[in-house]
């Protein structure tokens, strides 16, 4: 596995708890010689994560779409920094990059993003693992909510067990990169 594609806030949201798990998760990924796919911003989550990767050595690759990029969004320490036309762009070149995902705490676009992934996935679209970093139960309510739409039928068990759930971001690294060297594709 070569990169994990994060998704996450813009935002460092209201816990210390989050700026210090996406730290944690970037030099995780620098440790395990795994490079960054995020979405190219300098701000929140986004930032720190692409921050602790850079300062371990690691490799950072940002995608930002141009209109991020003009408001002076960008992250212009990256390894390499991809600017798009639009979101449809920059979300299919994140994935085209990455071998894995993996959800930080975030808002609206983190949610819409591991949805993508995850639907694409569904589809047999892709093969790739997805995790979700569940800092200070964050994503609680989104796992009773997956057990709800799997009861009322809505999702199929197989699919609610599309998302690898972790509180500790080494562990979860290892957790994909162990799923992805049993489903290769």
Same mark, same amino acid.
Do not use: Q
């Given at each position: 596995m070569q990169r994990i %594609?994060?998704? %996450? &806030?813009s935002s460092a949201g209201n816990k +210390? !708890?989050? #700026? $210090? #798990?996406?730290?944690?998760l970037?030099?995780?990924? #620098? #440790?395990? *010689?795994? *490079?960054?796919?995020? *979405? *190219?911003g300098h701000v929140g989550l986004m930032g720190a994560t692409a921050d602790a990767v850079l300062a371990a050595g690691g490799e950072a690759i940002g995608v930002i +779409?141009?209109?991020?990029r003009d408001r002076e969004l960008a992250h212009t320490?990256? $390894?390499q920094l991809h600017v798009t036309v639009d979101m449809h762009a920059r979300k299919a070149l994140m994935a085209s990059l990455a071998d894995a995902f993996i959800a930080l705490p975030g808002g609206l676009g983190t949610f819409e993003e591991l949805f993508e992934v995850a639907t694409w996935a569904q589809l047999n679209i892709h093969r790739? +693992? /997805? &995790? /979700?970093? =569940?800092v200070d139960d964050y994503y609680h309510h989104l796992a009773q909510w997956l057990r709800h739409a799997e009861t009322e039928g809505f999702v199929k068990p197989e699919h609610s067990n599309?998302?690898?759930? =972790?509180? =500790? +971001?080494?562990?979860? /690294?290892g957790r994909l990169l162990t !799923?992805?060297?049993k489903h290769p594709g």
């Open positions: %594609c994060v998704f %996450c &806030g +210390p !708890s989050y #700026a $210090t #798990a996406a730290a944690e970037g030099r995780a990924l #620098a #440790a395990r *010689g795994v *490079g960054l796919v995020n *979405g *190219g +779409p141009e209109a991020l320490a990256m $390894t790739k +693992p /997805i &995790g /979700i970093l =569940d599309l998302f690898h759930w =972790d509180t =500790d +971001p080494a562990r979860l /690294i !799923s992805a060297e």
